[in-house]
């Protein structure tokens, strides 16, 4: 999950770009623009550009992959079934057609 990363990944800037992923699929305006800004000052335009390419692109693939049926994964699957069945996710068309 992105809030639990600590430190940079090992890359320049992980840090600040791992924030700034988690606040782009957050609800906390004032804390994207802050961070937006920090890139921008920090690492660049461009920078900031490709960051929200990033981030935007990996919601578009999980979009595409659940909106085409694509499996997930027994991983996955074992570490979110209790969290599948108190949202009542199972019990949808898509899922019970594996």
């Known amino acids: 999950m992105i809030s639990d990363v600590d430190g940079d990944g090992g ?3 992980g840090a600040l770009l791992a ?3 988690a606040a782009a699929i957050g609800d906390d305006d004032r804390m ?3 961070l937006r800004d920090r890139i921008r000052r920090e690492i660049g335009d461009a920078a900031l550009v490709d960051s929200a390419a990033v ?3 990996f919601n578009a693939i999980d979009r595409v992959a659940d909106a085409t049926g694509i499996p997930l994964e027994d991983a996955k699957a074992a570490d979110s079934a209790d969290l599948r069945q108190d949202l009542g996710i199972d ?6 057609q594996r």
């Open 19 to 21: 924030a700034f992923a």
């Open 32 to 34: 994207l623009a802050g």
């Open 91 to 96: 019990r949808f068309h898509s899922v019970t």
């Open 11 to 13: 890359i320049a800037h």
């Open 55 to 57: 981030a935007g692109l």
